[in-house]
């Protein structure tokens, strides 16, 4: 009996198989009811009782053999139903692409870590405001032309609510909050209502910087720039101070650089005078900090404002304004190496 199983278990071992079909066969023919495996059931009968437990179990091991032999006659030929021909299984997986983060992301934080280094903080504000924050407690007059409807996205009128028009908004909100001294730099959104073209933009960005505490001067703003400049366009980088005019500061002023592209010899980007413009600055105006709170005979401060895009354009030379929206991958991925 014992020779009967070993000899099926060696047949057994040896079965293969072409397809699944054929392997249906075998397992008609060797574990069905009828099949060749129950069948020893049937010679188990007259097997002396003190063989019973040694060929039952025999019996056993080889049902449990055969199932696992036909299962595995059937899992290997399901899972090469893939065709792998023409298929390299050696080649090195393409890497996965990565997304490039935006040129504008990159040269915000470029700014922000340079005031973070002269001890700005970041702070925010909504980019839905009201009038007080982003015109009135700045000192903007009743009739000053930036209030009107043209420049400004208005959602509501009485109470006013608005989209900001610039990030010194945040200059008041924080002004109005903390007790100097305050040195904080405001990356955000802003909105004007402007015609979109290659120049302009109904949404851009502005980083604003303020300093405010006893015995801020001019000559501090003027030297937190000249750091900004250098850290920002290299060493060599010039910078000069022109007279302007907003209504939050007293005295105002322009603030060009040398060309970076050029170096200061004069070419087409800088309409031939060496210099390029890159933002706005000056002396918090004393009203500004009165309407905010804070006493302006013991404090003073300087503030400044510059738009990413135009930072960016200087770095990188985009000549439309609308690629910075457009989310072309195209444009996005030529800053794949940028940070
Ligand atoms: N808010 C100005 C603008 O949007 C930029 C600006 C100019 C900000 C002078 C300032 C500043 O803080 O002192 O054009």
Redesign the pocket.
């Known amino acids: 009996m014992l020779d009967k199983i070993n000899s099926l278990k060696t047949e057994i071992e040896a079965l293969t198989a072409a397809n699944l079909d054929e392997v249906e066969v075998l397992r008609i023919k060797y574990l069905s009811k009828k099949g060749l495996v129950p069948a020893l059931m049937n010679d188990f009968r007259s097997v002396p009782a003190e063989q019973k437990r040694t060929i039952g179990q025999a019996i056993n091991d080889l049902k449990t053999f055969a199932t696992d032999k036909i299962n595995s006659l059937r899992e290997s030929l399901s899972s090469a139903g893939d065709d792998f021909s023409g298929i390299d299984l050696t080649r090195t997986p393409s890497p996965v692409k990565l997304g490039t983060r935006h040129p504008l992301s990159i040269v915000r934080e470029e700014i922000i870590a340079i005031f973070r280094r002269l001890g700005f903080n970041i702070a925010e504000g909504p980019e839905i405001e009201d009038d007080w924050h982003v015109f009135s407690a700045l000192n903007f007059a009743e009739d000053h032309p930036a209030r009107d409807m043209q420049d400004t996205f208005f959602i509501n009128r009485t109470p006013d609510v608005l989209l900001r ?4 908004s945040v ?1 008041s909100r924080v002004m109005e909050t903390t007790k100097p001294p305050i040195r904080i730099i405001c990356p955000g959104r ?1 909105y004007r209502n402007e015609a979109i073209s290659a120049r302009a933009h109904c949404f851009f960005h ?1 980083v ?3 300093y405010v505490d006893r015995d801020v001067t001019y000559s501090d703003l003027r030297q937190t720039l000249l750091y900004f400049a250098r850290e920002m366009f290299g060493p060599e980088t010039k910078i000069r101070l022109r007279p ?1 005019y ?1 209504p ?2 007293e005295p ?1 002023a ?1 603030m060009d650089i040398s060309c970076n592209l050029c170096g200061g010899k004069g070419c087409s980007f800088c309409k031939h005078t060496g210099w390029v413009e890159i ?4 002396m ?1 105006d004393p009203n500004v900090l009165e309407a905010c709170g804070i006493d302006s005979k013991i404090y003073s401060g ?6 990413v895009e135009r930072i960016t354009n200087l770095k990188y030379q985009v000549k439309d304004l609308r690629m910075f929206s457009e989310n072309d991958t195209r444009f996005l991925e030529e800053f794949t190496s940028a940070h």
């Open positions: 028009t610039h990030t010194s200059q802003v502005q604003e910087a303020l302007s907003f939050f500061t105002s322009e933002l706005g600055c000056g918090v300087f503030a400044l404002g510059m738009g």
